[in-house]
């Protein structure tokens, strides 16, 4: 756990133990991070800043659904960004923040052994990266949560954009492909399907968070409300972005499968033409060697009146199929 002091001038590195005596400071507000949720940051929540327990449960649990509360002296809030990963399998990453009055907690939710810490620290990373470098000046822990968002919201729309950079060289594919192995371009395309329907899912739950969050004038300032109506704008236009992304890929998809669908459409009425032609065929075959089997020589004249009829029977059969359209 990291602890931060936040003031007109950058951002200075605490331990723990100084919260409270950071908090009775006058200048700046407090900043904790905590990569993981263990007895240190239990202990600051619940004892140092009095957190609600229902907060401290949700810490400590994996939410699926982001969430916000407002309480008396704080606003609790819960908001995911999409990690792709291995096999098409995307990561969700959770990142719970507190935030009261002269401080914010940032408690990046349990995640995946699978998932590096850097990766689900790297908003916040950004965030006092930007601080410490001067580009960015946050004067209350709205100000520094809004800044938090609004990285969440870009990691979100990058998601998105990779998915747009691949779809064009998987369109080119479709459009020239043999069908030879239809299964293989098929799963690139759904399961680029699922990355895009997680991230335009994710999105869509910050928007109404967010919404919600700019509709709570009882826990929240001014400034508050309307940087929340602004993550709930960026987020909507994520969404978007999703959904015109979505669109496009079912199309292509659904192209796709249309053209393997009619190929094998095409190839069982060429299997049913052969079909047709050889039964009669096969049929008079059958009959005819059990019924000759027991004669002691060939009977041209016999087998070749038979050849004859097989072949007239094919022939006619090909024309009536040729007049069907089936070949």
């Known amino acids: 756990m990291d602890t931060w002091l936040v003031t007109a001038d950058g951002i200075e590195p605490h331990p723990s133990s100084d919260i409270a005596a950071l908090l009775a400071r006058s200048e700046g507000f407090v900043w904790v991070d905590a990569p993981d949720f263990d007895d240190e940051v239990e202990h600051v929540l619940r004892d140092v800043l009095h957190a609600h327990p229902l907060v401290l449960k949700a810490c400590r649990e994996r939410n699926f659904v982001p969430t916000v509360h407002g309480y008396e002296d704080h606003t609790f809030v819960v908001v995911h960004t999409p990690l792709p990963g291995e096999g098409g399998h995307v990561h969700m990453l959770e990142l719970d923040q507190l935030v009261g009055a002269r401080y914010l907690v940032t408690v990046h939710g349990p995640r995946n052994p699978a998932v590096p810490a850097s990766e689900a620290t790297a908003q916040t990373d950004a965030v006092r990266e930007r601080i410490a470098a001067g580009r960015l000046r946050p004067t209350t822990p709205g100000d520094l949560s809004y800044a938090i968002g609004s990285a969440m919201a870009r990691r979100q729309s990058e998601v998105v954009r990779s998915v747009a950079a691949r779809l064009p060289a998987l369109e080119m594919q479709v459009m020239g492909s043999d069908f030879r192995q239809p299964e293989v371009l098929l799963e690139q395309l759904f399961l680029l399907r699922h990355e895009l329907l997680i991230s335009r899912t994710q999105a869509g739950q910050a928007h109404e968070i967010f919404g919600r969050l700019a509709s709570l004038d009882r826990f929240s300032s001014t400034q508050s409300r309307r940087h929340a109506q602004d993550l709930s704008e960026q987020f909507d236009r994520v969404r978007s972005l999703a959904d015109g992304e979505s669109a496009f890929l079912f199309g292509v998809i659904e192209l ?17 033409v052969i079909a047709a032609i050889t039964l009669p065929v096969t049929a008079i075959a059958s009959v005819y060697g059990m019924n000759v089997i027991v004669n002691q020589s060939t009977h041209w004249v016999q087998l070749v009146v038979v050849l004859a009829v097989m072949t007239s029977i094919s022939l006619w059969l090909l024309r009536w199929a040729r007049r069907q359209g089936w070949w």
Request: charge should be positive; aromatic fraction near 6%.
């Open 256 to 272: 796709y499968q249309t053209r393997v669908t009619t190929k094998m459409t095409v190839a069982m009425e060429r299997l049913a």
